[in-house]
């Protein structure tokens, strides 16, 4: 455990792809937390909707903000998507 505790400690940040499988995923997070808390980076995790296409990305982003606000993590995009930058 030590071992990975040094490794999560050198990291800057965790990007998390969110699903539509909400209980799934919200076990995940909370275990993931429960995990981080130990070595006090939780507020370098980010949540990033999962889809292929604007549309998609657009509908997973209320439940990827809801999500980040309820267990205090951050939000990034996927601003090549939303924006058509291919």
Same mark, same amino acid.
């Given at each position: 455990?030590?071992? &990975? +505790? !040094? @490794?999560?400690?050198?990291? !800057?940040? =965790?990007?998390?792809?969110? /699903?539509?499988?909400? !209980?799934?995923? !919200?076990? @995940?997070?909370? #275990? @993931?937390?429960? &995990?981080?808390?130990? &070595?006090? @980076?939780?507020?370098?995790?980010?949540?990033?909707?999962? +889809?292929? %296409?604007?549309?998609?990305?657009?509908? *997973?982003?209320?439940? %990827?903000? *809801?999500?980040?606000? #309820?267990? +205090?993590? $951050?939000? /990034? %995009?996927?601003?090549?998507? =939303?924006? $058509? &930058?291919?």
């Amino acid at each position: 455990m030590m071992k &990975f +505790g !040094k @490794i999560l400690m050198d990291l !800057k940040n =965790i990007k998390l792809v969110t /699903t539509e499988e909400l !209980k799934v995923l !919200k076990n @995940i997070l909370e #275990q @993931i937390l429960d &995990f981080l808390k130990d &070595f006090n @980076i939780s507020q370098n995790v980010y949540l990033m909707p999962m +889809g292929k %296409t604007r549309d998609e990305v657009l509908e *997973a982003m209320p439940m %990827t903000i *809801a999500l980040s606000k #309820q267990y +205090g993590f $951050n939000v /990034t %995009t996927r601003m090549h998507l =939303i924006h $058509n &930058f291919e």
